[in-house]
């Protein structure tokens, strides 16, 4: 290689130089020519560590000679890296799996429900207490079939029908129909609860009454009156329950209405030994808030906050039946309480007349003062009999005398 450059440098100077500097060109180039080529050793008695942090050698300046034929070293040797000697990893230590507890389920307590209230066969000689009226009357005989439930000697029949009234006696007349279902049940009290569906035009001869107007008020008054006659003539009392408000204010309002003409009918009613007793029951103020006006919750027999009513503003709920039922409980209890017997004679141990008290003159002494002893000039106590002597008087008695030395009541100084 060295050799076929020098004979391009001899061919190519002898052309562009004289001959003798040609010569000296020639002879100085072979020799660098030959320098270079030689490679570089590294006289170093420790081998150079390089590491990867170290920068890298800067890039070797080109000259013209490797311009002109290139570089002599195409190749760098490639530098002896020494990497950082890697740390033996060490097993990672692992840990015994801590073993839990199995959770066991508790099992849930079952939810034992009450036992059923048991059944109370009612006697066949039972009181029958027969409710009748409107759908309203129907839940009042629940509440009172409840009620009475642990009562043997009283049953509730219900024969009410939900939708009659006293308005519309074509589809259904009370004052026809009560005499057949007395003959059938034989009740012993009759409870009567009705006006729900009334708030409707009377329609009477052609002639449409408006509810609520004083021709209306007035027929209504005579139908009620007219079934009071009945129950009248078949001896059997009437317990009439006042109807309650209601959502609607205008339904309402009609109730107020029919609960007077009720009131007075009922009052107005004979109460003579061979006529039926009445009696009114009024549960409004049961059924309204503080202010007087409809309330769906109110308090229940047991004295909790509770839903009374239902969504539509008119129903009952069961705790609302149970509550209209517990103000018609108290009359019928009345009614049917059985007559006092006679009271039993006393039974005497002995014949013997007893013993009058003997009375005893007792000696009373009056409040002792604390000067009374000094004042009375003796050292005995007051009702102190003993001796007569000390009763008797003494001359001197009521003079002052004065108390011995140390006694409580000697104010005296003590002397030196």
Request: with cysteine.
């Given at each position: 290689?060295?050799q076929?450059r020098c004979?391009?440098l001899?061919?190519?100077?002898?052309?562009?130089l004289?001959?003798?500097?040609?010569?000296?060109?020639?002879?100085v180039?072979?020799a660098l020519?030959?320098?270079l080529?030689?490679?570089a050793?590294?006289?170093?008695?420790e081998?150079?560590?390089?590491?990867a942090?170290?920068?890298?050698?800067q890039?070797?300046?080109?000259?013209?000679?490797d311009m002109?034929f290139?570089?002599?070293r195409?190749?760098q040797?490639q530098?002896n890296?020494?990497?950082?000697?890697v740390?033996q990893?060490q097993p990672?230590?692992?840990?015994a799996p801590?073993k839990?507890?199995?959770?066991i389920?508790k099992?849930k307590p079952?939810?034992?429900a009450?036992?059923?209230?048991p059944?109370?066969?009612?006697?066949?000689?039972?009181?029958?207490?027969?409710?009748?009226?409107?759908?309203?009357?129907?839940?009042?005989?629940?509440?009172?079939?409840?009620?009475?439930?642990?009562?043997?000697?009283?049953?509730?029949i219900?024969?009410?029908?939900?939708?009659?009234g006293?308005v519309?006696?074509?589809y259904?007349n009370w004052?026809?129909?009560?005499?057949?279902i007395?003959?059938?049940?034989?009740?012993?009290?009759i409870?009567?609860?009705?006006?729900?569906?009334?708030?409707?035009t009377?329609?009477?001869?052609s002639?449409s009454?408006v509810?609520?107007?004083?021709?209306?008020?007035?027929?209504y008054?005579d139908?009620?009156?007219?079934?009071?006659?009945v129950?009248?003539?078949?001896g059997v009392p009437v317990?009439?329950?006042g109807?309650?408000?209601?959502?609607?204010a205008a339904?309402?309002?009609?109730?107020?209405?029919?609960n007077?003409?009720?009131?007075?009918?009922v009052?107005?009613?004979?109460t003579t030994?061979?006529a039926?007793?009445?009696?009114?029951v009024?549960?409004?103020?049961?059924?309204?808030?503080?202010?007087g006006?409809?309330?769906?919750?109110?308090?229940?027999?047991?004295?909790?906050t509770v839903r009374?009513r239902?969504n539509d503003?008119?129903t009952?709920?069961a705790?609302?039946?149970?509550?209209?039922a517990f103000y018609?409980?108290?009359?019928?209890?009345q009614?049917?309480k059985p007559?006092p017997?006679a009271?039993?004679?006393?039974?005497?141990k002995?014949?013997?007349?007893?013993?009058?008290p003997?009375h005893k003159?007792m000696?009373r002494?009056?409040?002792m003062?604390?000067?009374?002893?000094d004042?009375?000039g003796?050292d005995?106590?007051l009702?102190d009999?003993?001796?007569?002597?000390?009763t008797?008087?003494?001359?001197?008695a009521?003079?002052t005398?004065?108390a011995p030395?140390g006694r409580?009541?000697n104010f005296?100084?003590p002397?030196?």
């Amino acid at each position: 290689m060295i050799q076929l450059r020098c004979e391009m440098l001899q061919t190519i100077l002898p052309r562009a130089l004289s001959g003798k500097t040609s010569r000296i060109v020639l002879a100085v180039l072979c020799a660098l020519s030959v320098f270079l080529s030689i490679p570089a050793t590294v006289q170093a008695q420790e081998p150079v560590i390089q590491l990867a942090q170290q920068q890298p050698p800067q890039q070797k300046r080109r000259t013209l000679f490797d311009m002109l034929f290139g570089n002599s070293r195409e190749q760098q040797p490639q530098q002896n890296t020494v990497r950082p000697p890697v740390q033996q990893q060490q097993p990672r230590r692992t840990t015994a799996p801590v073993k839990k507890k199995p959770v066991i389920a508790k099992p849930k307590p079952a939810i034992v429900a009450p036992p059923p209230a048991p059944v109370i066969a009612k006697n066949p000689d039972a009181a029958k207490i027969l409710v009748i009226g409107d759908f309203i009357a129907g839940g009042l005989a629940e509440g009172l079939t409840e009620t009475f439930a642990d009562a043997a000697d009283l049953q509730v029949i219900n024969r009410s029908n939900g939708s009659s009234g006293f308005v519309r006696q074509d589809y259904y007349n009370w004052s026809k129909e009560l005499p057949a279902i007395l003959a059938e049940q034989k009740p012993a009290v009759i409870v009567m609860m009705i006006g729900a569906n009334d708030r409707q035009t009377i329609t009477q001869k052609s002639i449409s009454l408006v509810p609520d107007s004083d021709e209306w008020k007035k027929l209504y008054q005579d139908r009620v009156e007219a079934f009071l006659q009945v129950t009248t003539k078949s001896g059997v009392p009437v317990i009439w329950v006042g109807q309650l408000s209601y959502q609607s204010a205008a339904l309402s309002q009609t109730m107020l209405s029919l609960n007077t003409s009720y009131k007075q009918a009922v009052e107005q009613t004979p109460t003579t030994e061979g006529a039926a007793k009445a009696v009114f029951v009024d549960v409004w103020d049961g059924f309204v808030d503080d202010k007087g006006g409809f309330t769906q919750t109110g308090v229940d027999v047991s004295g909790q906050t509770v839903r009374l009513r239902g969504n539509d503003g008119i129903t009952l709920t069961a705790a609302g039946k149970l509550k209209l039922a517990f103000y018609a409980e108290k009359p019928l209890r009345q009614l049917l309480k059985p007559s006092p017997a006679a009271t039993p004679a006393n039974d005497l141990k002995s014949n013997e007349p007893m013993a009058t008290p003997v009375h005893k003159e007792m000696t009373r002494i009056g409040p002792m003062k604390l000067r009374d002893l000094d004042q009375a000039g003796e050292d005995t106590l007051l009702g102190d009999t003993s001796t007569a002597a000390k009763t008797s008087a003494r001359p001197g008695a009521a003079e002052t005398k004065a108390a011995p030395l140390g006694r409580a009541d000697n104010f005296q100084w003590p002397r030196p």
